[in-house]
């Protein structure tokens, strides 16, 4: 038993752990009422903070923007709470629609994210390791945006609203582990590419086939 010191690298250790949460509840909202929600955060994070302990502390895993600690975790995290909180609803749920105003705000709220999203990958780093990180994911990010237009292009023929919001920050997302160590501008501008790819044709194809055979 010890006193925790807040410093500034704990709150924004802190941060990253909240947005484990919200990319986990990128998959429920509006599926679960506040009780659940509340009863999955605080069990989340007792489990993200025992899984950051131990990948850092005793793995010594390097993982900047959080790719693998915080996002890949929320999502699996998100995956586990959409098959365990309703594994009997219908296929299909007004929940799930999209309207033009969901699409407003998420539009708004992409591009803060988008702005943002280097300070997020490179609060930890510092010196010429920050600017690095800074660097990539600002082209990464930039990549992924033309990644999900092609994608939209070929399977819609038009832009596709959601599937651009969805897949526009995949490369920060995707650079993430990997955005203090890269020096070759190409390299990141292919990774934050294929991010957007994956993440458009993820949620064009994946999604609904996962909803139409497991109802995940």
Known sequence: MHKINVTLDKLIVADFGAGACMITFG??????????????????????GLNEAICVDKLMVTDMG?????????????????YFFQPNRAKKSNNMQSNHVSETVAFVGSIFLWMYWPSFNGALAS?????????????????SC???ACVARVLHGKLETEI?????????VAI???????????ATLLIGFLGGVLSAIGFAK???FLSDTINL
């Open 27 to 48: 998959a429920i909202l509006g599926k679960c009422n506040l009780q659940q929600l509340f009863f999955l955060t605080f069990w989340e994070m007792i489990w993200w």
């Open 66 to 82: 959080g790719s693998m600690l915080v996002h890949t975790y929320g999502a699996y995290y998100g995956v586990a709470a959409c």
């Open 127 to 143: 010196g010429v390791t920050q600017h690095r990180t800074v660097v990539n994911t600002v082209l990464a990010i930039a990549a």
């Open 146 to 148: 033309v990644g999900s």
């Open 164 to 172: 651009m919001l969805n897949a526009t920050l995949a490369g920060g």
């Open 176 to 186: 993430g582990s990997s955005a203090d160590v890269i020096v070759d501008p190409w």
């Open 206 to 208: 994946i999604g609904p």
